[in-house]
């Protein structure tokens, strides 16, 4: 591959229009290549790094993952579950005993319950009240009227100036 070339394969790279052989050329040309002219030489940092991330550990790196997480002791994550556990447990009594003192407590605002003579007391005071109010009201009403027709009656018989 020659240096035109790999600059249309970027420009295609970047549209998404290159396959995967392709994009290893160019990572190969940027290995083999130590000089290139400056529009290619920015994207060496780039197309090196394709080439570090596919080149994949060998298979006794999974080995040796696998065996340090085996050899961690599973006491830690019991002791864990058992925290949580207990922690669960005691936020439930919490819970449960609160639930229970409020229903063991009298409330701030108890509630009165009246007898039925109680009732008839209260609604006969309640009909006393407001009817001597409307009756009141009523009186005044009518000494006004009766007031308001008798300047009537005078302004009426008195001659017009």
Known sequence: ???????????????????????QAMVHFFGEHSELPPELERWRGWFSGLHAATSLPDESFDRRVLAAIDARPARRLVMKRSLVYRIAVAASIVLIAAIGVRQLVPSAHPIHEMSEAEARETVRSLLLLSSSTINRAEDVVHSQLNTTKVLNEIANTQPHE
């Not at 591959?1 to 994009?23: A, F, H, P, Q």
């Open 1 to 23: 591959m020659d240096v035109n070339e790999c600059g249309k394969l970027i420009e295609r790279y970047w549209e998404g229009d290159t396959s995967c052989d392709e994009e």
